[in-house]
């Protein structure tokens, strides 16, 4: 069982679950650890503060327009809840943070995975790109980046172009 140094239970669960669980071991466990591990071994290197869900500090981080509430775990009766996310099932997580840009976020985690044994055996992890937080994600999928990553967004298919660009980016 993992339980970051960096990142409390409620950042990770939507506010049903954690009215109904608290952060007993039970709670912990619905979050896959690889997520865990991934947002708390990336905080370390970045050295400045960064959240998941929000809602438990006392008060609103004055770089957010709100709250965030769904930024770990969902579940059925959540707003963003979609059966087929990974967010559903405790292997996604998305973080902000007010001093690093999360293209800066996501460039520390590849920069990570690729030097280091960190994050060996944790299969594909998913990236999403052209949003404005570090979503990531872990995926029974094959790897369409850098052999170990999976871009993916929103809307339409990811490119040639712009998983060079993403390379670019990202390796830079
Ligand atoms: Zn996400």
Redesign the pocket.
């Known amino acids: 069982m993992y339980r970051p140094d960096h990142y409390a239970i409620h950042e990770y669960l939507p506010k049903s679950e954690y009215t109904r669980l608290g952060s007993t071991n039970r709670a912990w466990r619905k979050m896959d650890e690889r997520i865990l591990i991934i947002d708390d071994c990336v905080r370390k290197v970045i050295g400045v503060p960064a959240y998941c869900n929000t809602y438990g500090l006392s008060k609103l981080p004055s770089f957010l327009p709100h709250h965030r509430t769904e930024?770990g775990l969902r579940v059925v009766g959540c707003k963003y809840y979609s059966p087929d996310?990974?967010?559903s099932f405790g292997r996604?997580?998305?973080t902000v943070s007010e001093f690093i840009a999360p293209v800066q976020m996501i460039r520390t985690f590849i920069q990570l995975a690729l030097e280091t044994d960190t994050f060996d055996g944790f299969g594909t992890i998913g990236i999403?790109v052209g949003v404005n937080?570090f979503?990531k994600?872990l995926r029974n999928q094959k790897p369409n980046f850098l052999d170990r990553f999976y871009l993916f967004k929103k809307s339409g298919v990811i490119t040639q172009d712009d998983l060079n660009y993403y390379e670019k980016l990202f390796l830079k």
């Open positions: 930024s996310s990974m967010h996604a997580s998305d999403e937080w979503h994600d």
